[in-house]
């Protein structure tokens, strides 16, 4: 069964950095054969996704309300989706999760970003 664990998530003040990771255990696929994304879900809003990255080494996509500000990238060796989140902003307060893109498999319980001074 394959599970997303997610982690990094933390206060931070606006205009600062934070780097999520996302750990995919029991995984019957290589990582860059598949799409991978990160998405958020603020409160009381719906689950949006934020970046994605292709298979197979294809550019990345991303949100146009965090383009510019967040990488997302992956490490074949560790089984492990990143996403590195810089100039961050107040809206972009959620509960990050990883997963498919398209999501086809179980949510993990994301991790909080908080973004206030």
């Known amino acids: 069964q394959v599970q997303f664990v997610e982690s990094g998530g933390d206060l931070v003040q606006p205009g600062g950095s934070l780097r999520l990771s996302c750990v995919v255990s029991g995984s019957i696929f290589r990582l860059y054969m598949v799409a991978v994304a990160w998405y958020r879900q603020a409160p009381g809003k719906q689950r949006e996704l934020v970046a994605t990255?292709?298979?197979?080494?294809?550019?990345?996509n991303y949100a146009d309300s965090v383009k510019g500000r967040f990488t997302i990238s992956r490490d074949e060796s560790k089984n492990t989706i990143y996403l590195q989140m810089n100039s961050l902003k107040s809206e972009d307060t959620a509960v990050y999760f990883c997963?498919?893109?398209?999501?086809?498999?179980?949510w993990g319980q994301g991790t909080r970003v908080t973004v206030s001074s």
């Open positions: 990255i292709p298979g197979y080494r294809n550019t990345p």
């Open positions: 997963n498919l893109d398209p999501p086809g498999l179980a």
